[in-house]
Structure formats: structure tokens, C-alpha cells
């Protein structure tokens, strides 16, 4: 080795470390971008579980009304065959209401018919 050359030696390892000293700072930038991203999408993915949850109680809360729509809509049919069955029976009973008025009415009149004829 040639004491000339050491000028330039002296040179390229300066330049060799300035571009490691440059790798190295793109290095932590990336790292620190890998970790950036990361966090994000540990971020988003706890953003989509409590999302999935939330769909999960939204269903669950859609069936509860769902059952229980259902269960009045039964109760509603329920109560309607109950009032057209008691309906029929009202009709029934004033029929028979209004025939026993008539045999009434016709009973009374015999009894005062027997009477005027008595006295």
C-alpha cells in the first residue's frame, strides 16, 4: 500500500460510512413505519372485533324483538279468534234473549187475558 492511497482510503471510508449512517436511518424510519402500521392495523382489527360484537348483540337484541313480535302477533290472533268466538255467542244469547222476551210477553198477556176473563 502506497502512503499516496491513503488520502483516498480515507475517502471511501468516509463515504462507506456516511451511506451506512444513511441505511441505518432508513432503516429506523422504516422500522418505525412497520411499527406505525402495526399499531394501526391492531387498531382496526380491534375496531372490526368490537364491530363484529356489536353486530353479534344487534342480532341478538333483532331476534329477542323478532320472538317477541311474534308472540304479540300470536296473543293478537288469539285474542281476535276469543272476541269473534264471545261475538257468536252475544248473537246466540240475544237471539234467545229476545225469543224468551217474546214467550214472556206472550205468557203475560194470556195471564191478563185469563184475568179480564175471570173478572
Known amino acids: 500500500m502506497q502512503v499516496q492511497d491513503m488520502p483516498s482510503l ?13 441505511q441505518e ?4 424510519a422504516y422500522e418505525e413505519q ?8 391492531r387498531k382496526l382489527q380491534g375496531a372490526q372485533e368490537q364491530s363484529k360484537q ?5 342480532e341478538k337484541r333483532l331476534q329477542e324483538l323478532s320472538s317477541r313480535a311474534q308472540q304479540w302477533q300470536q296473543l293478537h290472533e288469539d285474542s281476535e279468534r276469543t272476541l269473534a268466538t264471545r261475538e257468536e255467542e252475544l248473537v246466540v244469547c240475544k237471539v234467545e234473549l229476545a225469543f224468551l222476551k217474546e214467550k214472556l210477553s206472550k205468557a203475560l198477556e194470556q195471564v191478563r187475558d185469563r184475568n179480564r176473563q175471570h173478572h
Not at 471511501?12 to 456516511?18: G, K, P, S, W
Not at 436511518?25 to 429506523?28: L, Q, R
Not at 412497520?34 to 392495523?41: A, F, S, V
Open 54 to 58: 356489536e353486530a353479534h348483540i344487534l
Open 10 to 22: 480515507r475517502a471511501e471510508l468516509a463515504q462507506a460510512q456516511q451511506g451506512k449512517a444513511k
Open 34 to 41: 412497520r411499527q406505525q402500521l402495526h399499531w394501526e392495523l
Open 25 to 28: 436511518e432508513e432503516i429506523a
